[in-house]
């Protein structure tokens, strides 16, 4: 995220980029987020999203002003020192009422960085599931469960992560799950604050540049070329598995709803983002979900009105809020199926 360097106090005037508004700084949440008050709601909002505000010409200027605390002294008051830690693939064990047992898998974000994920879960060789989210910084993704038993059909994974404002900042990771070495690392996860098995995939920033290599084909390697060349040729069985993954929370920015939203009308966005909301909520009803965050963001507050007419259009939807979070503010409604 790219860091605004002005410094702002309490009582500051600043203006809002997106809503072109004026508020007033009331209280600082992190080094990268303020609580300003606007028409009489207190909400936080990102630094790089407002300027500070100058009444006599009614512009926006780039000054500098004196601090209380500096941005770091905040910001580590609240997290300490070792501030990230990385991206992590967690497996929380949990004991069903059936007597059966499954782990949890989570990919938990303990960064400064929103991203976007893709994850494939492959067993005996087969796609077993494969889904793709935008995920915010600090937070944690429930990707599904494993069953203990599962364990055993050479699970192996694949994590893509980039940077949601620089697609070029990317980790990728592949993990072969082996039963004897997955039972030795159980410990408590950063954010997640649960005891679990865990794989560090490190972080965005620690991709290593690949000199250019000259590849050798052996007569090893293109017998093994050639081999998979005709098992992809061959018709694949229908798979043992098929998992359908319904997400506990979906973002409606448009920007991760499609590639390129430049010259997208108002009208289109909203048409798009609520198509995505209402296909989402169609499927966490038919399976029986009993919570979807929707992540709608603050603005003039259109697509959420539109959001709350289809909730309160839906039988089965027990209950829907819009309480402050700290991850989203008050920028994301949370439903409550029956």
Excluded at 120 to 128: A, F, I, N, T
Excluded at 179 to 185: E, I, L
Excluded at 188 to 200: D, I, R
Excluded at 235 to 242: D, E, I, L, T, Y
Aim: charged share 30%; aromatic share 12%.
């Amino acid at each position: 995220m790219r860091e605004n360097k002005i410094k702002y106090k309490l009582g500051d005037h600043v203006w809002l980029k997106h809503t072109q508004e004026e508020a007033v700084v009331v209280d600082f949440v992190d080094m990268f987020m303020l609580k300003v008050r606007v028409n009489d709601l207190e909400v936080p909002v990102y630094k790089e999203d407002v300027d500070l505000y100058q009444k006599q010409d009614q512009k926006v200027v780039e000054a500098e002003a004196k601090e209380i605390w500096s941005d770091e002294d905040l910001y580590f008051q609240k997290y300490g020192k070792e501030v990230q830690s990385g991206f992590y693939l967690s497996f929380v064990p949990v004991s069903s009422k059936e007597g059966g047992e499954y782990f949890d898998m989570m990919l938990v974000n303990d960064t400064n960085d929103d991203i976007r994920f893709e994850f494939k879960l492959y067993l005996m060789g087969e796609l077993y599931m494969h889904l793709k989210s935008p995920l915010s910084r600090r937070y944690i993704y429930h990707l599904g469960d494993i069953a203990y038993d599962e364990l055993n059909e050479n699970p192996e994974i694949e994590v893509i992560i980039e940077h949601r404002s620089h697609p070029l900042l990317q980790l990728f990771k592949r993990i072969k799950i082996r039963p004897k070495s997955f039972f030795k690392d159980l410990s408590s996860t950063p954010v997640l604050e649960n005891t679990a098995y865990n794989y560090k995939l490190g972080f965005l920033s620690e991709i290593p540049s690949r000199p250019n290599q000259e590849i050798v084909i052996t007569p090893a390697l293109k017998k093994q070329l050639q081999r998979k060349l005709a098992e992809n040729k061959m018709v694949q069985p229908q798979q043992k598995h098929a998992y359908f993954f319904v997400p506990d929370v979906i973002d409606l920015h448009i920007e991760c709803l499609v590639d390129n939203p430049k010259g997208m009308s108002n009208a289109e966005m909203i048409k798009v983002q609520l198509n995505h909301f209402k296909h989402t909520l169609d499927d966490a009803i038919a399976h029986h979900r009993e919570k979807l965050t929707v992540i709608h963001g603050i603005g003039k507050g259109k697509l959420r009105q539109e959001i709350w007419d289809i909730l309160r259009q839906t039988p089965a939807v027990r209950s829907y809020n819009n309480e402050y979070h700290p991850n989203y503010g008050f920028g994301a409604t949370f439903v409550y199926l029956r």
